[in-house]
Structure formats: C-alpha cells, structure tokens
C-alpha cells in the first residue's frame, strides 16, 4: 500500500463549479499535512496548510480526519486558472521530518 | 532571497556517465529533500537531510548519494547513470518550525534524460 494515496483523475469541471478531492494516509503517526499545486512542466507551489480544524483560504478549503486518515481539499467557483494538479503532502516524524507526496489528482476546468 | 536554485536546468547523459546536480536554498532552511518525478507521476523521495552533516535515505536512494556539508548546499551525486534514471530531479527545503512544519519550498527542477 502507498503512503500517501490519491485519486490521479482528471477530474473535468465547467468553470464556476464545485470539485473536491481526497488524500489518504497511512502512517497513522503522520504529523503535518499540506496541499501543492503544480502546473505543467513546473516545480510544485505549496498551496496550503491542513489544520485539525479545518482552515478555508478564499475559495478553497481544506480539512483533516485523523480517525479515518485522510485530508480533503474543496474548490469552490472553479476559474479555468485552477487547472493543475493538485498534490497531497505528509511530514512523517521518522527521527527527521520526511515528506512524502501522493501522485497528485489532475483537475481541468473547462469554460 | 533567490529561494531554492538548481543546477543544470537541463542535461543529456550517456549510460554510465556520472553527474552532480547542485541546489542551493538562502532560507537558513534545515530541511532538504531530493525527488524524482517521472512523466506523469508523483514525487518519489530519493534523499532528505535535516542539517548539515545528516542525510537519510528515502523511497528510492539507489543509484544516488548526497552530502550536506553546509545549511545552504545539498547536491545529488548519479553514479553510473542508468536510462531508468531518465527523469525530472526537484530539490526542496523547508523549517520545521516550533508550530509545524511550513511547507516545502521547490526549486524549478533538473531535467535528465540518460540515453
């Protein structure tokens, strides 16, 4: 089993539309967690952070479940500039801080 | 602050051929990490470091080595390139932080293609 797993997509959305995706994770011990985007042909940029709480930045949002271990990210009113793929992040505490990326999730909105 | 540097941007090897590719980051960052990504996959973690003198090995170290002799400098040696090392090579950093960590900080990348 991957650490970090995500659905690859693509998810294809008309422009204004809502779309959400999900991370999974197994290390159970797993300490942060993020969301990045990466365009094509480009160096991932982190996006944002993924708080217990949740924490909302302008239209995206993203949560955290630590019973069922995963992390969501939820855009809202799509802009064809959202097209990316979106990669999931998890520091992992092995006596350093290791981070480990999912494959990433393909999202392409279309006008 | 110039952020994360890669060195080159671009190289052509033969099979066999050895290579450094450089990175260097002016955050006082004392995290850094070495990913592959293949055409249309994830990251996969061949090194990270978490300060000067201390490296560990990640998902996929064998082919590479790496050395962190100082904060700012962390290269990755390829040693008798194999064309399944064919691939895009990102150099990250990041600061734990007291409150978590910040998120890593990439730099544009290497693109290797080993023929």
């Known amino acids: 089993r991957k650490e970090v797993e995500q659905d690859p997509g693509p998810f294809n959305v008309p422009e204004g539309a809502t779309v959400a995706f999900n991370c999974t994770y197994s290390n159970s011990a797993s300490q942060s967690f993020f969301w990045y985007r990466q365009d094509c042909r480009k160096e991932p940029k982190l996006l944002m952070s993924?708080?217990?709480s949740g924490n909302e930045d302008g239209r995206f949002t993203a949560q955290l479940n630590r019973a069922s271990q995963y992390i969501s990210l939820l855009i809202r009113d799509s802009k064809l500039s959202d097209s990316a793929t979106y990669l999931c992040a998890v520091i992992q505490n092995t006596g350093g801080f290791k981070t480990i990326f999912g494959a990433g999730t393909r999202l392409f909105v279309k006008a | 602050n110039a952020g994360v540097t890669q060195t080159p941007k671009f190289r052509i090897l033969k099979i066999g051929q050895s290579m450094t590719l450089q990175c260097t980051q002016d955050?006082?960052?004392?995290?850094m990490y070495w990913y592959r990504q293949d055409p249309g996959m994830g990251l996969k973690l061949i090194y990270y470091?978490?300060?000067?003198?201390?490296?560990d090995k990640g998902e996929v170290p064998n082919g590479y080595n790496v050395s962190r002799s100082t904060t700012e400098d962390f290269p990755l040696r390829l040693e008798l390139a194999a064309p399944s090392q064919t691939s895009v090579y990102f150099c990250a950093s990041s600061y734990p932080g007291t409150s978590g960590s910040i998120g890593s900080f990439f730099g544009p990348g290497t693109r290797l293609t080993v023929l």
């Open positions: 955050m006082n960052h004392n995290y």
């Open positions: 993924v708080y217990s």
């Open positions: 470091s978490v300060g000067a003198g201390i490296t």
